[in-house]
């Protein structure tokens, strides 16, 4: 073996055992108000269930049920998860979600209660994860953070959550938490989000063929919006109209977005409505 050779063995195996030492660490972002954590490690059931027994939640507009089916998504991150657990002790498989909301309704206000505690169980403890929250925005928070306790195994290609029991108690440290997005000044904002886009490996649903080569582009806002949830963020400030640009659909003035860059570059006014029930959703 050549000393190069040396060299990128020693390199790899000092990756591998700094990637497995990392999975021992706490890396929740944003970091919770408390935070409590054990030593012990359970793994996640391949059919891993919602329960909503006992909420005050119906979920009729199905904000939940999706925030759960975005969780699962971020957690597999496109992973086979097809491990074999039929060796492990069924006390350390964790069956499902529990999530319980004290509130029935989901009105979308600024000042809107946020809290959540999450309960992750060790084996000798329930076999279900417990969330609870005001309102099921601070369950979605509650879902995202519990999504960064979970952790893919290469090896045994199962979804385990290493430090258990976990306790987190946490609600946000500012009410208004936002992001801008100037797409009425700017004369491509779908190319700066399919740059955005590849470089974290996170495709568009609606805009990208496989062979990314960019559409007519209805929905960056969404994209980009859907990243931010990963840090928590609950305001989207949308200038879609500036000095530059009129893109917007306007039915009671129907020449106004001739002030678009281009027939390709505007936004129907339902595009726009689209665009704020999905974010409002999430």
């Not at 860059?261 to 665009?275: G, K, L, P």
């Amino acid at each position: 073996m050549g000393l190069k050779s040396a060299w990128l063995l020693v390199v790899f195996l000092f990756l591998g055992v700094a990637v497995a030492e990392n999975v021992d660490k706490l890396n929740i972002w944003p970091m919770p108000k408390w935070v409590s954590k054990g030593h012990k490690r359970v793994y996640l059931s391949p059919d891993f269930e919602l329960d909503t027994d006992g909420s005050k939640y119906s979920d009729g507009s199905g904000i939940l049920k999706d925030g759960f089916t975005r969780m699962l998504d971020v957690v597999k991150v496109a992973h086979v998860v097809d491990g074999n657990l039929s060796s492990v002790d069924k006390s350390f498989i964790i069956k499902g979600i529990h999530v319980v909301i004290f509130s029935p309704g989901d009105q979308l206000q600024y000042g809107v209660d946020e809290s959540y505690k999450l309960l992750v169980p060790s084996p000798e403890m329930p076999d279900h994860v417990h969330l609870e929250a005001q309102t099921v925005y601070g369950a979605l928070h509650g879902l995202q953070t519990f999504s960064q306790l979970c952790h893919f195994n290469l090896r045994t290609k199962v979804i385990e959550v290493p430090m258990v029991p976990w306790t987190i108690i946490d609600q946000p440290r500012f009410s208004y938490r936002g992001l801008l997005i100037a797409s009425g000044n700017n004369s491509d904002s779908c190319s700066i989000n399919k740059t955005w886009r590849w470089d974290v490996d996170f495709p568009c649903r609606r805009c990208y063929k496989v062979d990314k080569k960019l559409l007519k582009c209805k929905t960056p806002v969404i994209g980009l919006y859907e990243f931010t949830l990963l840090h928590m963020q609950n305001v989207l400030h949308w200038h879609i109209v500036d000095t530059q640009s009129f893109p917007l659909e306007m039915p009671s003035y129907p020449k106004l977005w001739d002030g678009a860059y281009s027939v390709s570059e505007r936004y129907t006014f339902s595009d726009a409505a689209e665009i704020v029930r999905q974010v409002a959703g999430q």
